[in-house]
C-alpha cells in the first residue's frame, strides 16, 4: 500500500480534570439507554489480548461498532476523539462523538486555550473535556497525522496514542477506547498504524487496565485483530 494510501488521528495534555461523579450527570437517562443499547447489541465484551507478560497487566479489546455507544461504568472510562486542530467538530468519528455528545461538547473545546490562531490542539497532542450525553466519564480529543503531508507521520501518530494515553493515566481513567486513528480521511494505511497503536497501548499496560479499540469496519477490525495476534499472541498462556 502506498505512503499516500491510508491516515490517523491523536493528542497532549493540559491540566487534569477531576472525575466527576457518575451519578447525577446531565442527560444521565439517554447515557443510561446508550450503555443498554451496547450491552444489548453484544458489543460490551470484545475479544481480548493481555498486552504483556507481567502480573496484573493490562489487556487490549478489540470491538467492530459504533465508538458513541462504548462505555464501561461511567466514572473511569474515556473516548478518544479524532479531532482537527481547531477541536470544533469536524466529519467521520468526530462529528459523530460531537452528535452523541450534544452542543455542550463544542462549547467545552471553545473554551480549551488556542495555542496559536485557530489551533488548540496540535497534531500529534491530545486535549480533554468532559463528555455530557455520552456513556463514558471523559472525551479525550487527539489529531493524528494527514499521511501523505506529514515529514514524519509515524512519529506523529505515536505522539497522539502515545500522548492521549499520558492524559488518561493523569486523569485515573482505567478503561479507554480508541478508533481508528487518521485511517479514514487522512489515509493512513491501516497496517502501520495497527502496529503502532497495539505498541504504543503496550507501553501503558500497568497503567491502564483495558485499552479497547473500537473499529467502524470489517477490514479495520480484521487488520486490528491481525496484528494483535502478531504482537500479543505470547503473552496469552
Not at 480534570?17 to 446508550?34: D, E, F, N, V
Request: charged share 20%.
Amino acid at each position: 500500500m502506498s505512503r499516500a494510501a491510508t491516515r490517523f488521528f491523536l493528542t497532549r495534555s493540559l491540566l487534569p480534570l477531576a472525575l466527576p461523579k457518575s451519578q447525577g450527570r446531565p442527560g444521565s437517562s439517554i447515557c443510561a439507554a446508550r450503555a443498554f443499547s451496547m450491552a444489548a447489541s453484544g458489543f460490551g465484551g470484545g475479544e481480548a489480548f493481555r498486552l504483556s507478560a507481567a502480573p496484573g497487566a493490562g489487556a487490549l479489546k478489540l470491538h467492530k461498532g459504533d465508538i458513541t455507544l462504548w462505555s464501561v461504568n461511567g466514572a473511569t472510562d474515556a473516548i478518544v476523539n479524532a479531532a482537527n486542530e481547531r477541536m470544533l467538530g469536524g466529519g467521520g468519528v468526530d462529528g459523530a462523538i460531537h452528535r452523541a455528545a450534544g452542543p455542550e461538547l463544542v462549547q467545552a473545546c471553545r473554551k480549551v486555550p488556542e495555542v496559536r490562531p485557530e489551533v488548540r490542539c496540535p497534531t500529534g497532542e491530545a486535549r480533554i473535556t468532559p463528555a455530557f450525553k455520552l456513556p463514558v466519564s471523559r472525551v479525550i480529543h487527539t489529531v493524528g497525522p494527514i499521511y501523505d503531508m506529514d515529514k514524519h507521520p509515524e512519529v506523529s501518530l505515536k505522539n497522539a496514542y502515545e500522548n492521549s494515553l499520558k492524559l488518561a493515566k493523569e486523569n485515573g481513567i482505567q478503561y479507554i477506547a480508541f478508533p481508528a486513528i487518521s485511517c479514514g480521511v487522512y489515509r493512513y494505511p491501516p497496517k502501520e498504524a495497527s502496529k503502532i497503536a497495539v505498541s504504543t497501548a503496550q507501553q501503558f499496560s500497568e497503567d491502564i487496565k483495558e485499552v479497547h479499540f473500537v473499529l467502524f469496519s470489517d477490514d479495520l477490525y480484521e487488520i486490528w485483530h491481525e496484528t494483535a495476534q502478531e504482537m500479543l499472541s505470547q503473552f496469552q498462556k
